[in-house]
């Protein structure tokens, strides 16, 4: 079984900037998406950011602009660049990695912004 273990959040002001890492204890070589979700409290999880084993990557409309995905396969990390940072970016963020049947979650990691 895979296991990810997310780190690098942590509390920043607004408009500050944190980077988000998360090991896998396998190879990512074969997986073909791995995905950053956020969840704040008495709110619903919602996607953040997607990466292909091809590196196409998509946003959500609230972060475009300001985080970049990105993946490291001899690493086997996937990482989330957040800049500009913003206090409803506040949340739990969790990685994901999906490929054939299998999905894994991280533990996630809590990001909080202040105003």
């Known amino acids: 079984q895979v296991q990810l273990v997310e780190s690098g959040g942590g509390l920043v002001q607004a408009g500050g900037s944190l980077r988000l890492s998360c090991a896998a204890s396998?190879?990512?070589?074969?997986?073909?998406?791995m995905s950053w979700y956020r969840q704040a409290p008495g709110k619903q999880r919602e996607l953040v950011a997607r990466i292909t084993s091809s590196a196409s990557t998509n946003y959500a409309d609230s972060v475009k602009g300001r985080f970049t995905i990105s993946r490291d396969n001899a690493r086997n990390t996937l990482y989330l660049q957040m800049n500009s940072l913003k206090p409803e970016d506040t949340a739990v963020y969790y990685c994901n990695i999906a490929w054939l049947e299998n999905t894994v979650w991280g533990q996630g990691t809590q990001v909080t912004v202040s105003s």
């Open positions: 396998g190879s990512i070589f074969s997986i073909n998406l």
